[in-house]
């Protein structure tokens, strides 16, 4: 008897302890700071994900998502030496930074945060400009590494020749995610220091949207080498770009369709959630309608039916001549299932978004002949010193956002060489006689802060420059 009651107690203590246990495990859980959720899209941040427990905020530390060489913020960049470097950096031992430096960039050539760390240790203590660059390393971690080579190759470049006016050029470097709500505490972060007197970025238009407001308000010139949206034409005069608003892109894609391929009626994809996609597809129907061309039909990746083979038919049903794509790079997928749907049947045109391997990957023969609207393609200005010194830097072949990127370093640069402070540089990019030199042409700004630029036309066709079979081959301007 005495045996059995003490195996009960035993149990019941056991049964309390568990209970207990697992109530100081739920209570725990509760508390855990979530992460951000991962975004994939190149022109709009996804809807975020709900966490189960609703009073759970993610905690944002904007110190982490800045560095000028105390810390690393790619980390598909990482070499031992590099490691080694930003624990230097970090401690003010610049020299010491310098040297693991030019060893980690002799590991991976290609690393742009390296270079500007590196140009950064170099200066040390010593007077500097300053600008600022936020890039999506989070959710876009290449489109973002493509951007910081444009920056960093100016910077190398300015730096080597002895800076501005004898000032070298330091660059501070921020991880937006491609999150509104991040880019707009680190657009504050930027204001808030001194130093800091331009900044480029941000990547998608939907953020350059958001993040604008705080420098517009606090008189900080901010320009976007990616962000194509019609409304950034609005925002104010401290807000810049050097890719052409989406009007350009529609109206060529417009006049391509209308002269190029003698047709008329146009069925246009687009995801009516993003707002880079939402801008192209308005901007290319309002320059068909005026030029006399007709849009019969229009599809939205973003509905839940949406079907490709479904809505091709329609197109045609409808009367379509020709396919326009406007997708994001969240509906890629969908506008590449559109090009396979349509197996050649229909020409087709296509804003920047679908500039890119996958399409050529995965696109294949279903996409010859698709001509896009782009920025700048690498042998589109043969003249250009760019690629061949970009080329030389890197060990391979840069695209637009590099391109651009570069072009708004320079535009800052041109603008401290006039007056290095924040009202001098944007009195200078303001100006009606500023046209420094771009990549392959002048950069000039219109009062509305877009770029007066030409866009660039390319066709897919077979060819060995890629790996898949298949090129973007520059269409000649006529």
Do not use: C
Request: positive net charge; glycine residues 6%.
């Amino acid at each position: 008897m005495k045996n059995e009651t003490s195996v009960l107690l035993l149990s019941m203590v056991i049964t309390v302890a568990m209970v207990l246990g697992g109530l100081w495990w739920l209570q725990k859980s509760q508390i855990i700071t979530l992460p951000f959720p991962e975004e994939t899209e190149e022109d709009e941040p996804r809807a975020k994900v709900t966490p189960k427990t609703t009073n759970i905020k993610p905690q944002i530390i904007i110190a982490e998502h800045l560095s000028a060489g105390d810390r690393t913020l790619i980390s598909t960049e990482v070499t031992p030496a590099k490691q080694a470097a930003v624990k230097a950096f970090a401690s003010g031992n610049y020299g010491k930074a310098a040297s693991l430096l030019e060893a980690s960039l002799k590991a991976k050539k290609n690393d742009p945060e390296a270079v500007i760390y590196l140009n950064n240790a170099r200066i040390g203590t010593s007077k500097s400009y300053t600008i600022a660059i936020s890039i999506p390393i989070g959710v876009e971690v290449n489109a973002a590494k493509e951007m910081l080579r444009g920056v960093a190759q100016a910077q190398q470049e300015i730096n080597a020749t002895g800076g501005i006016k004898n000032i070298p050029l330091k660059v501070l470097i921020a991880n937006d995610d491609n999150d509104t709500k991040v880019a707009k505490k680190i657009a504050k972060a930027f204001v808030d220091n001194p130093d800091v007197l331009g900044v480029i970025g941000h990547f998608s238009s939907e953020v350059t949207l958001a993040a604008a407001e705080v420098y517009q308000e606090n008189q900080l010139v901010v320009i976007s080498p990616t962000s194509t949206s019609v409304t950034i034409s609005r925002l104010g005069n401290y807000v810049f770009r050097t890719i052409p608003s989406d009007r350009f892109f529609g109206s060529a894609l417009s006049r391509y369709m209308l002269n190029q391929l003698n047709v008329r009626k146009a069925a246009v994809f687009f995801n009516s959630q993003s707002n880079y996609s939402q801008s192209l597809a308005d901007a290319f129907t309002t320059a068909l309608f005026a030029d006399g061309g007709e849009v019969v039909a229009e599809f939205d990746f973003a509905k839940p039916n949406f079907n490709a083979g479904v809505d091709v038919k329609q197109a045609i049903d409808n009367g379509a001549e020709v396919l326009i794509l406007a997708p994001n790079s969240a509906t890629l997928n969908q506008a590449l299932l559109v090009v396979q749907v349509n197996d050649g049947r229909l020409p087709m045109l296509a804003g920047d978004s679908l500039y890119k391997p996958k399409t050529l990957q995965i696109g294949a023969k279903d996409a010859r002949r698709m001509v896009l609207a782009v920025p700048w393609h690498i042998l589109g200005a043969p003249n250009s010193p760019f690629p061949q010194a970009a080329t030389k830097l890197w060990g391979s072949d840069v695209n637009w956002r590099t391109a651009l990127t570069y072009d708004a370093t320079q535009a800052l640069i041109a603008a401290l060489k006039q007056q290095p402070s924040r009202s001098g540089v944007q009195k200078a990019l303001s100006g009606s006689g500023f046209q420094p030199q771009g990549v392959s042409s002048k950069i000039r700004f219109l009062p509305s802060g877009d770029r007066n630029q030409a866009v660039q036309l390319v066709k897919i066709e077979a060819g060995n420059r890629s790996s898949f079979g298949y090129d973007f081959v520059p269409i000649p301007s006529k």
